[in-house]
């Protein structure tokens, strides 16, 4: 071959392949995935990747040579550039911004560098600030410079300055090391022995697990999904194979690679997230791409990592949000992006739940792929679930926030030295109305979504279609006035329940809160130790908390989770739910919990009472159906944001006209739904008046092509941003 395709990023011109001669000396040893350099234009030599070859030119034109291969080690393949391309057309958005997220671009410089290190000498000499830098390199006596300058939050120059004192030596040695030599595995752990209940799932999923198939485990919480993926992990790389292992959060890739680690044994298992060291991503990717590594751990972006010659990909707690990258672009979803990639390899994506997402469900029923746990391992019992119904208690509650049921639970608990958990899911920004006397939440006739009050207008708005309407003076169900607007903050509560309980540590953890950074771990630290009596927070307090002290759960508003103007609010509020009800009562004493509603009928609400997963699955589905939302439909979701409102709205309304009289020209108008333009229910972000166009996808990546194209032949005006959205998390 004669020429070499490059890719390169152009500032201004974005990623774009230009053909290059490839000297007689380097005709040997080039390869596709190789960084490069190359000479461009006025901007000199730059950084290129080799993505493919040629024998002749596309024109009759002259090119320059390639001037230097920076790394003979490649960096990726050409079906990973495949895959990669792949992701930037289902996301609308184009190849660079994926090769962004995919490939540290810091790979390419590193290539060609040597890891600098420091070392620890001594603190005379320094000044107090200077210490507390130096406390931080005392501790692990030798680290990579670069991590260092992190971790102690400084500078390059003042690491100089603590150089020239003698306080530290600066060294240019490869410090790159198996982390999880520290483990000191020698001797690996044997395999769990597997229930009978484990068993059949186990042997039922291997008797599937052949060629490319998404196979859903669907188990209680605490059923003991974890046995039956090392089982099958077993047998993969058994089977010569590598494994892909994707959990929703840092913290348990941590968790996950170590139990891998004591099973399968250090030098096979390596971990894979954003926030590893750029020493160690350019370690791991490279073992990656020689094969070296047999079982990846990792959070969603390790779907991007270069594993090779995948036999299984698995991906846990596969309804969770943090698998959806939303900012920046791509929006990709790792589990989206795992189907591909099973494709790909031809073998199985196994995705496992207790609460699994309803399109993901619908779709394992559908392929007779899906398997279930309804046990808990060992037989434990699931806390007891109260309904309160605020109808009956609603004047008698306290600030009208607290039942006497719930107030006198409370007492119970703090009297036994125990520890009560509060949840409040509600936003301050969107604000449902509902009916007090019967429960009924006031909805678009058109969407099926909570209308919101604009208090401003004076009207009730829906954020899909933009239909309004005054606010009405009778609930339409049963003819009482006693129609409210929901809302009480979680700041408030707070202030309520320290009014109720004066000599008791009441706390709060929102998002307010986690602004200051570390306070969330910090609280969370204090009341697993028994400092804080009561624990007032939003969802996030639902996860991951196992406190064996806190026996008392309590929804303060289950209908809040419901009423989000959102298709899957009742999905997510089912969710919430069936896991905040699971952090009471995982010690030795019994759990309580308590949801307080004004519609305690409302279908989601009863299956989270009784934890029924199956129940809640065949009304939820019903509901989408009627009204075409996915997994009838696939949602992509434009945004337009602007200094000026005025501008704002007219681009929007300028995009979805021009939209709609396209999608009417090619016949499509039925397969391709265009809703809006509406204000976005946070109406002004950063200074931004936001403006946002629904698509309702039902012609699955025909559709994307279609909106891309549409997309690409549109030039904004500076002023305004357009950001795409394929499946969006929320529509706030
Ligand atoms: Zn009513
Ligand atoms: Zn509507």
New binding site residues.
């Given amino acids: 071959m004669k020429y070499a395709l490059a890719l390169v990023n152009i500032k201004g011109l974005g990623v774009k392949t230009f053909s290059y001669l490839i000297p007689d000396e380097m005709k040997d040893k080039i390869q596709i995935g190789q960084a490069i350099l190359v000479p461009f234009g006025r901007q000199g030599l730059i950084n290129a990747f080799c993505v493919g070859f040629s024998g002749y030119l596309p024109g009759d034109f002259k090119v320059k040579k390639i001037s230097k291969i920076l790394d003979e080690k490649p960096l990726f393949s050409i079906d990973y550039l495949k895959l990669l391309e792949w992701v930037a057309n289902y996301y609308c958005c184009d190849l660079v911004t994926v090769l962004n997220a995919a490939i540290p671009l810091k790979l390419i410089e590193k290539a060609s560098k040597t890891e600098q290190a420091v070392e620890f000498v001594k603190f005379d000499g320094a000044t107090k600030r200077q210490k507390e830098v130096l406390e931080i390199l005392q501790i692990s006596g030798k680290m990579p410079l670069i991590l260092f300058e992190r971790q102690a939050k400084t500078t390059r120059n003042t690491i100089k300055k603590l150089e020239e004192l003698g306080c530290l030596k600066i060294t240019a040695e490869e410090l790159y090391r198996n982390p999880l030599d520290i483990l000191k595995i020698t001797e690996k752990e044997p395999l769990f022995e597997l229930s009978p209940d484990q068993q059949k799932v186990y042997e039922g999923i291997k008797n599937k697990a052949e060629g490319n198939k998404t196979i859903l485990l669907h188990g209680v919480t605490a059923s003991g999904k974890t046995e039956v993926y090392f089982k099958l992990i077993d047998d993969t790389i058994k089977a010569g194979k590598n494994v892909l292992f994707l959990v929703p959060e840092i913290a348990l890739a941590s968790q996950l690679t170590k139990r891998l680690a004591k099973k399968f044994g250090t030098d096979d298992v390596a971990i894979w997230h954003s926030s590893i060291s750029d020493g160690e991503r350019y370690d791991v990717w490279q073992k990656l791409y020689k094969n070296e590594i047999k079982i990846l751990a990792g959070a969603r972006s390790a779907v991007f990592a270069p594993l090779q010659n995948i036999g299984l990909i698995i991906i846990d707690e596969e309804h969770e949000g943090a698998y959806k990258q939303t900012n920046p672009a791509p929006r990709y979803d790792a589990r989206v992006v795992a189907r591909k990639l099973a494709e790909f390899h031809n073998c199985p994506l196994l995705l496992g739940s207790a609460t699994p997402d309803i399109s993901v469900y619908y779709r394992a029923v559908n392929s007779g792929n899906l398997f279930e746990l309804r046990k808990r391992y060992n037989d434990a019992k699931v806390p007891p679930v109260t309904v309160i119904n605020m109808q009956e208690y609603g004047r008698a509650a306290y600030k009208n926030v607290i039942s006497k049921p719930l107030q006198v639970a409370i007492n119970e608990t703090l009297e036994n030295n125990q520890q009560v958990i509060l949840l409040i899911n509600r936003r301050g920004f969107s604000t449902f109305t509902q009916?007090q006397?019967?429960?009924?939440v006031i909805e678009c006739p058109n969407c099926a979504i909570p209308m919101i009050w604009h208090a401003r207008e004076q009207r009730l708005k829906c954020h899909y279609c933009n239909h309004s309407e005054s606010f009405p003076d009778f609930?339409?169900?049963?003819?009482?006035d006693?129609?409210k607007n929901s809302g009480t903050g979680t700041q408030k509560i707070e202030q309520y329940i320290k009014e109720l309980y004066p000599d008791k540590k009441v706390e709060r953890i929102d998002s307010d809160i986690l602004v200051r950074k570390g306070e969330h771990i910090r609280l969370l630290e204090r009341f697993q130790k028994g400092d804080i009596d009561i624990l007032v927070g939003t969802q996030m307090i639902a996860k991951g908390l196992d406190n064996p002290n806190v026996t008392l759960v309590g929804v303060i508003s289950a209908d809040a989770s419901f009423n989000l103007p959102d298709f899957r609010a009742s999905e997510r509020g089912f969710q919430l739910l069936t896991q905040v009800a699971g952090r009471a009562g995982r010690g030795d004493f019994a759990g309580r919990v308590f949801f307080q509603t004004y519609n305690p009928e409302f279908y989601a609400l009863e299956s989270a009472k009784s934890q029924n997963y199956g129940e809640f699955f065949e009304k939820e589905i019903a509901a989408r159906e009627e009204f075409d939302y996915p997994p009838f439909s696939q949602i992509i979701r434009l945004v337009l944001a602007c200094e000026n409102n005025f501008r704002a709205e007219k681009s929007a309304q300028e995009i979805a006209l021009r939209l709609c009289t396209m999608v009417e020209k090619y016949g499509i108008s039925e397969r391709l739904e265009v809703l809006g333009p509406t204000n976005c229910v946070i109406e002004r972000l950063n200074g931004q008046y936001r403006f946002q166009i629904l698509i309702k996808n039902k012609m699955d990546e025909k559709g994307h092509r279609f909106i891309s194209s549409f997309l690409n032949k549109i030039t904004m005006p500076k002023d305004i941003k357009l950001t795409i959205d394929v499946d969006p998390l929320d529509i706030l």
């Fill in positions: 009916c006397a019967c429960g009924h609930c339409p169900e049963c003819g009482s006693a129609l």
